[in-house]
């Protein structure tokens, strides 16, 4: 009567110690890929970023330097036609209308004096 039972739950021990391993392996050979893909990722975008990135970055600042250095040119242009100084914009009466004042005064928080137009209080 013992022996029956012995046999039933070796073959009971013997099943899922075997389903157990299978599964353990499913899961290394399933981390496995995981880090494949990692790897297969991370160097992927490590070209991208060196051969598309970077070459696009510098482009775009010589093209911004060049359409800068443009208009620095245009500037200076205007500066000799008119003795010195940028000529001044047409005061328009629906141009920088305050009704109060910023906390920092009149004019805007980016105000250049070389480029915008001094706003008078009204």
């Known amino acids: ?20 391993g299978a599964a353990g392996n499913d899961f290394v050979a399933q981390r496995a890929a995981v ?3 990692a790897k297969d990722t991370t160097a992927l975008w490590r070209n991208i970023s060196f051969f598309a990135c970077i070459p696009a970055i510098i482009g775009g600042s010589f093209w911004a ?26 005061a328009y009466e629906y141009l920088n209308i305050r009704i109060k004042p910023f906390p920092w005064g009149m004019q805007s928080l980016f105000f250049n004096p070389d480029v915008n137009q001094k706003v008078e209080s009204a």
């Open 65 to 90: 330097y060049k359409l800068e250095a443009d208009h620095h040119h245009h500037l200076e242009h205007l500066k000799e036609e008119n003795g010195g100084e940028l000529p001044h914009p047409p």
């Open 35 to 37: 880090k494949a893909h």
């Open 1 to 20: 009567m013992i022996r029956p039972v012995l046999r039933t739950s070796v073959r009971a021990a013997r099943t899922f110690s075997t389903e157990a």
